[in-house]
């Protein structure tokens, strides 16, 4: 009897382990935004939270830590070995030094996993288990990767009349120095590598003084400005044929493989096949949950042509969410990402009050390409949220009244209680620019001890929207 008793309890333990592994759940939640939009930051801000679960006041819209059904996170082993693993140690590392400061941005994708342990309250798990892990991997990609989904559609020849139909403005300016330079390129001519090598190097220093210079996002090929591991191959070699004057159309499809030109497509080629078809392939269609995040407010400040640029930027970059039955994405792959979430980022750059002004321009910056768009079963929300908060808001007296502040330090450290200024509830239009009163400092982190969750605004309704449902 003793036997079978010890016989039954292995099988149940062994059922038990069973049940327990096919019900561990898992999901992969993409964290992607332009460059400085606060990916760093919110990852970091995440991880912190989750780890901090079981003592975290600050999370009172994240119900399962409300309701006291999420026990505790860890960092567990990711499974993807070949990504580099997002440096969250180096993060709280930098915001907890002495003067604080923010955590250096990745410039690659990147990934980590935690295993939250929760209550299910609810179906098959409720009944089988009084404890459950979800598995959650966090992936980090530059939001530039995104803008070149386009480029799929667009052959060589396509894709450079876009690129000359758009230089004008500031582009125009600052692509001066590369048209020289190519003037007397000679597409016919047998492929030299170095010339293309030099030429290239002008296209991608014009695309880097966009961005840096310009205040502008939309660059393409997105990874020529964030290469990663790419860097210095020469698939990022290569540049939009712009000086075609002297010749037609034809003449130029039609050149020989090993002409200039002829390289200039391979490599065009090779870029689409080999970086944003696989981009596209080995992770974004792995995704299961999405959050971008935006700064709305660098734009504000920067102006109207930098605004507009973001704008045309978030358009694009919304192209990846569309799957619609003829979408592009659709014909390659089948998705599978569910919700999305847009978040503004820094919102602690604004009194309080202007936060609804923040998701409301956020709303009207993503919904209208939203709702001409075909966005088959995903759902799709607006917040604002500060991933770090390193003001406090407060009130000054102004002309026999009080008006809202902020208080913080600005990167020098000297402290400073300011009023940046109003955002504009809607699409800012001409006076908006010509009366812009909005201007924002930024500012250092505050001190922090290392035993305390991160101060933050509004990262719990963040997490409700994307892992609420996934730990009932
Ligand atoms: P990434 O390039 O998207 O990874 O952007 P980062 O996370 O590195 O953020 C860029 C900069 O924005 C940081 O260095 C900070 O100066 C600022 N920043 C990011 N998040 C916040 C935030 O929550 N509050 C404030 N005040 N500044 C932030």
């Known amino acids: ?26 999901v992969r939640l993409a964290v992607t935004g332009l460059s400085r939009s606060g990916k760093t930051a919110f990852i970091t801000s995440l991880i912190n939270q989750l780890l901090h679960v079981s003592t975290n006041p600050r999370l009172p819209l994240f119900t399962a830590v409300r309701d006291g059904n999420l026990l505790g996170a860890k960092r567990v082993p990711q499974r993807d070995m070949h990504v580099p693993k997002f440096g969250y140690d180096e993060s709280m590392g930098s915001l907890l030094s002495s003067p604080p400061a923010w955590p250096e941005p990745t410039r690659d994708v990147s990934q980590t996993r935690l295993a939250l342990r929760y209550k299910p309250q609810k179906g098959p798990m409720k009944l089988f288990q009084e404890t459950a892990t979800l598995y959650l991997d966090i992936v980090d990609y530059p939001g530039e990767w995104l803008l070149d989904l386009p480029l799929l559609d667009l052959d060589f020849m396509a894709w450079s009349k876009q690129q000359t139909k758009v230089l004008k403005g500031k582009r125009l300016e600052l692509a001066q120095e590369w048209m020289a330079i ?23 220093d014009y695309l880097y003084k966009c961005k840096a210079e310009g205040g502008l996002h939309w660059v393409q090929p997105g ?15 290569f540049f939009p044929m712009i000086w075609d004057h002297n010749y037609t159309e034809q003449q130029l499809q039609q050149a020989d493989e090993h002409s200039n030109i002829g390289m200039l497509k391979s490599r065009y080629k090779y870029y689409q096949q080999h970086v944003v078809k696989a981009f596209y ?21 920067a102006g109207t042509e930098s605004f507009n640029d973001m704008r045309q930027a978030l358009d694009q970059l919304m192209q990846s969410f569309k799957y619609g039955r003829s979408s592009l994405l659709r014909r390659l792959f089948s998705p599978r990402i569910d919700k999305v979430l847009f978040a503004a980022t820094k919102s602690d750059h604004v009194t309080p009050e202007q936060h609804p002004n923040l998701v409301s321009l956020l709303q009207q910056l993503v919904n209208e390409a939203w709702q001409t768009a075909s966005f088959e079963g995903i759902k799709m929300d607006c917040v604002s949220l500060a991933s770090i908060q390193a003001t406090e808001p407060g009130f000054v007296a102004h002309q026999g009244s009080q008006v809202p502040a902020l208080r913080g330090c600005n990167l020098e450290g000297e402290s400073q209680t300011i009023f940046p200024g109003e955002v504009p509830r809607r699409l800012p239009n001409e006076s908006f620019w010509q009366n812009n009163g909005f201007d924002f400092v930024n500012f250092r982190p505050l001190a922090q001890q290392s035993d305390e969750p991160l101060p933050h605004i509004r990262m719990d309704k963040a997490l409700q929207y994307l892992l609420g449902d996934k730990l009932k």
């Not at 190519?182 to 296209?203: M, N, Q, Y």
């Not at 392939?281 to 400040?301: A, E, M, W």
């Open 281 to 301: 392939r080995d992770h974004f269609s792995k995704f299961d949950r999405q959050i971008i995040l935006v700064d709305c407010l660098q734009p504000l400040n």
């Open 182 to 204: 190519g003037e007397t390129f000679d597409p016919f001519a047998p492929a030299d590598e170095v010339l293309i090598e030099r030429i290239s190097a002008a296209f991608t």
């Open 223 to 237: 990874r020529f400005v964030l290469p990663g591991e790419l860097a210095g191959a020469p698939v990022l070699q």
């Open 1 to 26: 009897i003793k036997k079978i008793r010890h016989d039954m309890n292995r099988i149940g333990n062994e059922l038990n382990k069973l049940v327990n592994r096919s019900l561990d759940r898992h």
